[in-house]
């Protein structure tokens, strides 16, 4: 959940930070380990966390999104079909699962993709100017415009992140039935009453 967003984003931002400067700069280092002796040489250990922000900005709501809006549309299809899981074939449960993780993949890149594009644009060079991350971000927002923000390259995310999104509960649907497991459906006990 958000605990394991936070994490990922703390353990992901030094590679993100060489990463995205090796490619908006090809001259900046040859290599990965060339990447990191660079950056700490230049910027520092901050260099290293300046897309913290954007990157926790970006997971959290990309990893909220993405399972509760995979679990309300499932829902919404196993409604539609006057079903429940376990009157379907598990055939039926993976095409659920896989629909479901598209619409819900498609959400997650909306939700996230502000937050993607900063993260691109704050690890560059120069980027946002001199200051604290805060100054710097919202200069690159500025910059770029509420708009272009929020929907540049936006179709090519949610095509890559649906069909991501679908393979992972696709994936999972699979192994949970080929070990004969089965997902917790919460059913509120005062809900009858």
Partial sequence: GIRDSSVTGVQTCPLEAVRIRSVSDPEFATGLA?????????????????????????????????????????????????????????????????????IAGVASAIISHPADTLLSKVNKAGAGGDGPMMTRLANIAREIGFWKLCTVGLFPRCVMIGTLTAGQFGIFDTVMTALGASKFHFHNPYADK
């Fill in 34 to 102: 060339d990447g990191f002796v660079k950056m700490a040489k230049t910027e520092g250990f901050t260099g290293f966390y300046a897309g913290l922000a954007p990157i926790l900005a970006k997971q959290i709501p990309y990893t909220m999104a993405k399972f509760a809006v995979q679990g309300s549309a499932a829902d919404a299809i196993y409604g539609s079909l006057g079903k429940s899981p376990n009157e379907v074939s598990s055939n039926v449960n993976v095409g659920i699962s896989l629909l479901s993780g598209v």
